[in-house]
Structure formats: structure tokens, C-alpha cells
């Protein structure tokens, strides 16, 4: 059964940066596209950004773009998030799954615990 864990939250002022990791366990990271989402308090789970598996291709979420890079590294498991100018509507737990890319829908039902980014005004 797949694993992810996805590190690297914290609290930081508006327009600050944080880098988020994603380790998977598993041989078939590579294989799938991968995706970020977030999950604010009272709302549903939305997503925010997609990658191929060969890391080429990507998409966004309007709210994000510009503003947030994904990226990963097969040969390690990981998948990243790189967040710059973040804003307090950017608060949320941040979960990565692997994903439909077309259709911005997670594949696994599993999700890993998250990580927590906090954005102070």
C-alpha cells in the first residue's frame, strides 16, 4: 500500500516562502501524475497544483498560479511544492496524492496526515 508523507509547513508572514515535500513510498511514484491540494478550515479539500509523471507537464489552480511551483524527483520519491508571495487565504493543511491530471481528481483514497502552513497577516 502506497504511503505519503508530506512535510515542511509552518507559519510564516504574508509574502513569505515555504518549500513542501511529499515522500512516497512505493515503486510506482513514478508512474503517476501527482498533485497538491489543500484543505482550509470549514471548506472541502481543493486542489491546487498537478504534475506529470515525467515532470514536463503541469497545471494550476487560478489562485495559486504564478505564485507556486511543483516539481519532483522520481529517483527519490518526492514531490515538492515551492509556495513565494503567500498570502493568509494560502492557510491550509496540504496534502499530496497521486492524480488525474485531466480531471484534477486524486487517485488514492488513502491521504497521508498533511502538513500545516499558516500564513500571518
Known amino acids: 500500500q502506497v504511503q505519503l508523507v508530506e512535510s515542511g509547513g509552518g507559519l510564516v508572514q504574508a509574502g513569505g516562502s515555504l518549500r513542501l515535500s511529499c515522500a512516497a513510498s512505493g515503486r510506482t511514484f513514478s508512474r503517476y501524475s501527482m498533485g497538491w491540494f489543500r484543505q482550509a478550515p470549514g471548506k472541502e479539500r481543493e486542489f491546487v497544483a498537478a504534475?506529470?509523471?515525467?515532470?514536463?507537464?503541469?497545471r494550476y489552480a487560478d489562485s495559486v498560479k504564478g505564485r507556486f511551483t511543483i516539481s519532483r524527483d522520481n529517483a527519490k520519491n518526492t514531490l515538492y511544492l515551492q509556495m513565494n508571495m503567500l498570502k493568509p487565504e494560502d492557510t491550509a493543511v496540504y496534502y499530496c496524492n497521486a492524480i488525474v491530471i485531466g480531471t484534477v481528481q486524486a487517485i488514492y483514497d488513502y491521504w497521508g496526515p498533511g502538513t500545516q502552513v499558516t500564513v500571518s497577516s
Open positions: 504534475i506529470t509523471w515525467n515532470g514536463i507537464g503541469t
